[in-house]
């Protein structure tokens, strides 16, 4: 079929070859580089639109996320005069009345111009009541122009102006970047003198939320593996017909819609549900055991989703493995337990390492599922990340969440892209 | 591979035969949601419960009925082809460029180019919100097509990439020797050869696409949501056995995707034996 091809082609292009013959004048090793180095131009060519398109769709607006966790634009924006006045100022007893009268006047102009409520709600994070204490000045000051010095009337108007706390607060977020938003994600945060110190208690919860992420990854991690190792055992050692026909099961859950296997994971598991049902009927219990909305659930569904990203490397991996070990480990007398851990086992690593990392990277940024069949205690960090985005607005802190899980993700990307690639070049054969 | 697994011993065995039970039950476990589930949309009752008080198609007629899950199959199917055609022009292009090109630079370009597999979905979601946004690319369709095409490409080069690497290039070359010009060798030679390839990755494309919620939860309107995206707001709010036929319905199509996949590599497997 191919030959035939690729005679009617030569039929075809009987003139082009002629032409290509006749330039033979230059000398073959310059036309080859030449050639060479066209077809490296033209293979980039290739590549480049898909680069570009990603760079609009996926590398820019991700480095426009990452942007938006130290940026700090809001004050300066609102209260320029304000930060210009403070730049000097020692952050020792309050500053002098020029930058009373600067604030007097930024607050007048950004109340006018509605810009007063963002640089309101940024400085609310640093200071709880901020944001009342800002826009109670800006409606006071367009009521009544004030008499006396800037310093008196905004200190009658609100004791807080009398407060070092408030104007530490305007200088600390002066931009044009901060590091508050990436501390709050790590539950730090700076003091009125600019040291570190620990967020106070009711904004401390992204510790406990992060380690919750990874503490899920780790039980489904470890609940895939224990799953998945003997399906995969059992694929790669029964003859490719059988074994092929079994991984339908595997592959069709895989292929199923995730919406689809959490909805029947609900069905399953609710009070009313096919497990409680049973046990109900059989006697085993009296009363339905709450089995979802809580970490049960989560465990059950995200492992169900997973399942598959460890069984197909595991099973690639072991389908490699010669049996001519075991053969020889036992022909040495070694008994089948020992054969298997010190022989089997060791081969399998490189399949373990890949299917763990996997599933490990796949799970803790997992948002669906959790919040589909957890209860609030079992949300991971990306269900904060979209509430910051779209509930609260507070762009900051989602991007710096964001920031420091896609940190985490890519370090272990890294890590497996290292595993993968040394697999491929020792071919599986490291132990 | 034949079995290699023969047991010789009593040991043996009942290690062998406590892998078939394990197995046996992982299996049981992975296929339990799709097989709770298909009954239920036949049910009569409008509580999700067993034993089935009596079998109907009213939930499969609503799902047909409904203006907004209809919209919602419409708007899955938009995106959908959209992204698979968008992601497979691109992918492959790509891809063919990745076999010849030759740099130290190519493991950063590969990974550039995987890296919307393994960045967490929300991070790209929140990301594309926040640079899309001021663009006027929310609450339409062509903002979804451009993040769902980032998203499938991956898949389409993984694969697109594979069958490259089994392709003989001897052939390309004997083509190229023969004096075809570079676009008439692709299109008479290697086109033909890779074809299952492609089309396995379009569909991959396609899939991927057709199961994503995530960026569809930031960056649709009321006017474009997808067949999981309203999935997702009904398990939400609760459960009406109409989703179960939506499920029933997707799963079927699930069901099709993978054995189309399946016929695909079995015909480029013939073709590769064919070539040999």
């Given at each position: 079929m191919v030959r035939k091809r690729l005679l009617r082609l030569l039929n075809r292009t009987m003139p082009m070859t002629a032409a290509f013959v006749a330039g033979a004048d230059v000398p073959l090793k310059r036309r080859l580089k030449r050639a060479e180095r066209?077809?490296?131009?033209?293979?980039?060519?290739?590549?480049?639109?898909?680069?570009?398109?990603?760079?609009?769709?996926?590398?820019?607006?991700?480095?426009?996320?990452?942007?938006?966790?130290?940026?700090?634009?809001?004050?300066?924006?609102?209260?320029?005069?304000?930060?210009?006045?403070?730049?000097?100022?020692?952050?020792?007893?309050?500053?002098?009345?020029?930058?009373?009268?600067?604030?007097?006047?930024?607050?007048?102009?950004?109340?006018?111009?509605?810009?007063?409520?963002?640089?309101?709600?940024?400085?609310?994070?640093?200071?709880?009541?901020?944001?009342?204490?800002?826009?109670?000045?800006?409606?006071?000051?367009?009521?009544?122009?004030?008499?006396?010095?800037?310093?008196?009337?905004?200190?009658?108007l609100n004791p807080a102006w009398g407060e070092r706390e408030s104007w530490t607060a305007i200088k600390s977020a002066s931009g044009p970047?901060?590091?508050?938003?990436?501390?709050?994600?790590?539950?730090?945060?700076?003091?009125?003198?600019?040291?570190?110190?620990?967020?106070?208690?009711?904004?401390?919860?992204?510790?406990?939320?992060?380690?919750?992420?990874?503490?899920?990854?780790?039980?489904?991690?470890?609940?895939?593996?224990?799953l998945g190792f003997p399906v995969a055992y059992l694929l790669a050692n029964l003859p490719t017909g059988r074994s092929n026909l079994l991984m339908i099961f595997v592959l069709l859950?895989?292929?199923?819609?995730?919406?689809?296997?959490?909805?029947?994971?609900?069905?399953?598991?609710?009070?009313?549900?096919?497990?409680?049902?049973?046990?109900?009927?059989?006697?085993?219990?009296?009363?339905?055991?709450?089995?979802?909305?809580?970490?049960?659930?989560?465990?059950?569904?995200?492992?169900?989703?997973?399942?598959?990203?460890?069984?197909?490397?595991?099973?690639?991996?072991?389908?490699?493995?010669?049996?001519?070990?075991?053969r020889a480990a036992a022909s040495l007398g070694a008994p089948p337990t020992t054969a298997f851990l010190r022989i089997y086992l060791p081969q399998t690593i490189p399949g373990i390492g890949?299917?763990?990392?996997?599933?490990?990277?796949?799970?803790?940024?997992?948002?669906?599922?959790?919040?589909?069949?957890?209860?609030?205690?079992?949300?991971?960090?990306?269900?904060?990340?979209?509430?910051?985005t779209t509930e609260t607005v507070n762009w900051g802190l989602a991007s710096a969440l964001g920031a420091v899980l896609l940190l985490s993700t890519l370090v272990l990307a890294l890590v497996y892209g290292k595993l993968a690639l040394g697999r491929q070049t020792t071919g599986g054969l490291k132990n | 591979m034949s079995a290699n697994h023969a047991p010789q011993t009593a040991s043996q065995r009942i290690a062998w035969i406590a892998t078939i039970v394990a197995s046996t039950l992982v299996f049981i476990f992975l296929m339990a949601p799709i097989l709770a589930i298909v009954p239920l949309s036949f049910s009569s009752s409008t509580y999700l419960t067993y034993p089935l008080p009596g079998l109907s198609l009213r939930w499969y007629e609503e799902f047909l009925n409904s203006a907004r899950w209809m919209n919602s199959l419409k708007n899955s199917f938009i995106i959908g082809i959209s992204s698979a055609m968008l992601s497979m022009a691109l992918g492959t292009l790509a891809s063919l460029g990745l076999a010849?090109?030759?740099?130290?630079?190519?493991?950063?370009?590969?990974?550039?180019?995987?890296?919307?597999?393994?960045?967490?979905v929300v991070i790209t979601a929140v990301g594309v919100y926040f640079f899309f946004a001021p663009l006027g690319l929310t609450g339409n369709y062509l903002g979804l097509i451009l993040v769902?095409?980032?998203?499938?490409?991956?898949?389409?080069?993984?694969?697109?990439?594979?069958?490259?690497?089994?392709?003989?290039?001897?052939?390309?070359?004997?083509?190229?020797?023969?004096?075809?010009?570079?676009?008439?060798?692709f299109r008479k030679v290697i086109l033909p050869l890779i074809l299952p390839g492609l089309a396995s990755g379009a569909l991959f494309a396609f899939a991927t696409s057709f199961d994503e919620v995530v960026t569809v939860l930031f960056l649709a309107g009321p006017e474009q949501r997808t067949l999981p995206r309203e999935m997702f707001?009904?398990?939400?709010?609760?459960?009406?056995?109409?989703?179960?036929?939506?499920?029933?319905?997707?799963?079927?199509?699930?069901?099709?995707?993978?054995s189309t996949l399946e016929i695909l590599r079995r015909r480029n497997e013939r073709l590769k034996g064919n070539v040999g």
């Open positions: 066209a077809r490296q131009f033209r293979a980039l060519g290739l590549v480049l639109p898909l680069l570009a398109f990603l760079l609009f769709t996926f590398v820019v607006p991700l480095a426009g996320m990452i942007w938006k966790s130290v940026d700090d634009w809001e004050v300066p924006q609102a209260m320029p005069q304000t930060v210009a006045a403070l730049e000097h100022w020692n952050g020792q007893g309050l500053p002098d009345e020029a930058a009373f009268a600067a604030l007097a006047a930024d607050v007048r102009a950004a109340y006018d111009a509605g810009t007063l409520a963002v640089a309101a709600k940024r400085l609310n994070y640093i200071v709880n009541g901020y944001r009342t204490t800002l826009l109670a000045t800006g409606r006071k000051l367009k009521e009544q122009p004030a008499p006396g010095t800037a310093k008196e009337t905004l200190i009658a970047v901060t590091s508050y938003y990436l501390l709050a994600a790590v539950d730090l945060t700076r003091n009125a003198d600019g040291a570190i110190v620990h967020a106070p208690a009711d904004q401390s919860i992204y510790r406990e939320v992060f380690m919750r992420t990874f503490e899920i990854g780790f039980g489904v991690t470890a609940l895939c593996l224990i859950p895989f292929w199923t819609s995730l919406l689809v296997r959490t909805c029947a994971w609900i069905v399953i598991l609710q009070s009313e549900g096919i497990v409680n049902g049973s046990l109900e009927w059989l006697g085993i219990i009296d009363e339905p055991m709450r089995l979802i909305y809580n970490r049960f659930g989560v465990y059950m569904a995200m492992t169900h989703v997973l399942l598959p990203f460890m069984i197909l490397p595991l099973y690639s991996v072991m389908r490699g493995i010669s049996p001519a070990y075991m890949a299917g763990c990392l996997l599933v490990f990277i796949l799970a803790i940024g997992y948002y669906i599922t959790p919040a589909l069949v957890g209860g609030a205690a079992d949300q991971m960090i990306s269900s904060f990340i979209a509430f910051y | 010849q090109w030759k740099s130290k630079w190519k493991p950063l370009i590969l990974a550039v180019v995987l890296s919307p597999m393994v960045v967490p769902h095409t980032a998203l499938a490409t991956p898949f389409v080069v993984i694969t697109v990439s594979a069958t490259l690497q089994s392709f003989d290039m001897t052939l390309a070359r004997a083509a190229a020797s023969l004096g075809a010009p570079p676009l008439l060798t707001s009904g398990i939400r709010e609760n459960i009406s056995p109409t989703i179960t036929a939506v499920a029933v319905v997707l799963t079927v199509i699930s069901v099709f995707m993978l």
